[in-house]
C-alpha cells in the first residue's frame, strides 16, 4: 500500500504529477516523495523542479536516492531497472 505522501511518476504528462505534488504541499505535508523507474526518471525530475521553482518556492530538494532494481519479465530473464527516490520538504 503506498504511503499518502508517495507520488509515483509513469507515461502520464508531467503537469498532472506537478498538481499531485502541489496539491501534497497545499493539504498539510511536510515531506514528499517522488518516485519513478526506467525511462520516467527524467520526468520525475522535471516535476522536481518544476514544482520547487513555479508553485512552491519555498520547497527544498532533502535527499535523492538512486538503485537497481530487477524484474523478471514473460519473455525471459531478469531486467535491470533504474529507480528514483526524490525527496522534497516544505
Known amino acids: 500500500m503506498p504511503e499518502d505522501n508517495?507520488?509515483?511518476v509513469g507515461?502520464?504528462?508531467t503537469m498532472n504529477y506537478v498538481l499531485a505534488v502541489v496539491t501534497q504541499f497545499n493539504s498539510g505535508s511536510k515531506e514528499i516523495v517522488i518516485?519513478?523507474?526506467?525511462r520516467a526518471?527524467?520526468?520525475?525530475v522535471d516535476v522536481a523542479e518544476i514544482v520547487?521553482?513555479?508553485?512552491v518556492s519555498e520547497a527544498k530538494v532533502t535527499d535523492i536516492k538512486i538503485n537497481t532494481e530487477s524484474l523478471s519479465t514473460e519473455e525471459g530473464p531478469e531486467v535491470n531497472v533504474s529507480s528514483i527516490e526524490i525527496y522534497m520538504t516544505k
Open 41 to 44: 526518471i527524467s520526468r520525475a
Open 6 to 8: 508517495t507520488v509515483f
Open 11 to 13: 507515461k502520464k504528462p
Open 35 to 38: 518516485k519513478a523507474r526506467g
Open 52 to 55: 520547487r521553482h513555479r508553485f
